[in-house]
């Protein structure tokens, strides 16, 4: 343990991530069986105590008691009420309107379908029918008969039913008390029409499920269901609390269920620890299998560097372990090692040319110089008007060689730059002194931009003779109409300048060839305008890179170094406008 370190870079090590896998795994299925253990057990508890059933039992007794209770003081309530003898005795009375708002009022109960009035004949008279009023009498008195239903009284008050669902019809009992006498010595009586599912359902919370079932027993010997339907009991009956004479609560009771959870628990038991070892070792089994492909595509990624394939490069993904740390590295080294090798072997390359262009250089720039003299004194004392011709057309010829022998010496001996202190106003100026010219003689719009009040830390002839190469060939690559736009920004510690036109373009396949001494796509190049700028540029610590497509024009930029007083001004060239676009 003294060797071993826990850091903020190992908390998604690999190993790290495999050990705390196996250990949440573990750890999730002891809880798994701990739960489904003291879940069985406390189930087993109580069914073998039946502490809990008697509390509940005892609990729906009341419930159906408080029920019955508040329908009896309903009941009661209606029968003294004193407007409800002129709702019998004078229906258009105010009394008797008054009789029918309280009635519409108690029946819009939900437990209730409505308010009946029998006469001593027990014929049904008239009724007051609630929301969840259907079936008959409601809709029909057909099937309507209560002559044939058992009948209970219990505080004064007559229960008859119930009455059970059939045919689509709901189930029911009545509750019937008579009416305060009206003087006329009629005997009107009535009636609630109590939904009896309402009564039922209160039987749902008592029992244990699949071991007991608490039902209701009614006159008759009828046993109902907690949904108010009669049910055939198979079992053992244990009799429970009477809440009516005749109605009373019973249980019945399976006992053969009680052990039944045990069983189940060991079986359940057995398959989870089953389920467990077979997902540890799948688990493993897919690691395994996934660190080998990651390991192999490192040993492919060596083999192919080892090989002489410097472009290969491995999928680095989004992982934050080891493996994707090596790979990460592996790229790297693999770029700086393509790069080491392209900056030696194009060093190698520009030093052999370099040596060969100056000797080819110095051999032929003496002959030149001679033939330049002679060619100029032979014009001179030239009468002949053709000959003269002739001898002007060497003397161009002569000078274009000499301008290519003096590329050559700049390339083979590029000068050692200068660097100090100068400003793009001044380079763009005098850029386009020489450029414009060249552009109007061409047809082409030239024009500077950008933050003029820039400065950068480079030797000024160089990046002016960059910028002249880099813009003659720009305004060469555009037709009649094009345009040339030289544009300078700050970009953190840099400025770039950005060479831009909308000629003829490069194609893909030559932008990493362009650069490449003696190279052109010119009838009359020489091919050492960019690879000399180039070298001007990594002189004087900058960079250059070339956007291009055929037909869309091309976009070269060259990022130098911006020098120190220009960050202290950069807070300064925020707040302050930039220069407008502005042809010169």
Known sequence: MAGFHWSRNQRLSLVGRYTLLSVGVVVCALLALSFFYQRFSNELIDRLTGERLSAQVAATSNKLSAFLDARIYQLVTLSNHPALPAFIEAPNSPQAEEALTLLRVEADSPDLYGVLFFDWYDNLDRLVAGQAASGPPYWSKNGWDISGLPRVEHEGIEFIGPKLPENGNSGWILMRAHIRDTGLGQNTSVALHVRLASLTELLASAGVS??????????????????????????????????????????????????????????????????????????????????????????????????????????????????????????????????????????????????????????VRNPLATMKTTVQALVRKEPDGERKTLLDDMGHQIDRLSRVVNDLLAYGRPGEACPQETEIRDLFRQSSRVLTPVAEEAQVRFYTSGDSRLTIFVDPDQVLQILLNIGINAIQACQPGGTVSLRAERHKDQVEIRVTDDGSGIPKEHLLDVVQPFFTMKSKGTGLGLTISQQLVESNNGSINIESAPQEGTTITLKFPATKSETSKEETSKNAPPDQDSDR
Not at 224 to 248: C, K, M
């Open 210 to 363: 699949g071991v007991i079932d608490p039902l209701l027993r009614t006159p008759g010997g009828i046993v109902l269901d907690a949904t108010g339907r009669p049910t055939e009991v198979t079992s053992e009956l244990i009799e429970g609390p009477s809440i009516l004479p005749g109605w009373n609560l019973v249980m019945s009771v399976r006992p053969g269920t009680i052990l039944q959870p045990i069983d189940e628990t060991r079986f359940w038991l057995a398959v989870t620890a089953a389920v467990i070892i077979v997902v540890i070792l799948a688990i493993f089994f897919a690691l395994s299998r996934s660190l080998r492909r990651r390991v192999d595509t490192l040993v492919q990624g060596a083999h192919s560097i080892a090989s002489g394939d410097l472009y290969y490069r491995l999928p680095e993904g989004r992982r934050r372990d080891e493996i994707s740390t090596v790979a990460k590295a592996f790229n790297t080294m693999a770029w700086q090692l393509k790069d080491l090798i392209d900056r030696t072997v194009r060093a190698e390359k520009l030093a052999v040319l370099g040596q060969f262009a100056t000797g080819v250089a110095h051999e």
